[in-house]
């Protein structure tokens, strides 16, 4: 099944390792939000936990073409490619 935008990002910014707190200041909405999209998206893609989300969020992009290289040596810098914007920098 696939994920709205909106979950896909929270996803996506999960796997880049930020908190629900840090990822509801990155996509300007509330804390209550964030976890209601990774509940909606752990349910689509049918797992148990946050993590298994972004796993198995990870493998469907990458069978489906938007991931560039493999794990066992990309061929450029080893980014994604899925059309989202850059993070916007924190600190100094």
């Keep these: 099944m696939t994920l709205t935008k909106a979950q896909a990002r929270v996803v ?3 796997a880049d390792g930020l ?14 939000t964030v976890r209601s999209h990774v509940w909606e998206a ?3 893609l049918r797992v148990p936990n946050r993590t298994s989300a972004v796993a198995a ?8 073409g938007a ?10 810098d ?3 490619d899925v059309g989202r914007p850059p993070r ?3 600190g100094p």
């Design 12 to 14: 996506l910014l999960a």
């Design 19 to 32: 908190t629900n707190e840090q990822i509801a200041m990155e996509v300007g909405t509330k804390v209550s």
């Design 42 to 44: 752990r349910r689509r």
């Design 57 to 64: 969020y990870l493998r469907q992009l990458r069978d489906a």
């Design 67 to 76: 991931l560039e290289g493999t794990a066992s040596g990309p061929p450029g």
């Design 78 to 80: 080893g980014t994604l």
């Design 88 to 90: 916007k920098q924190t």
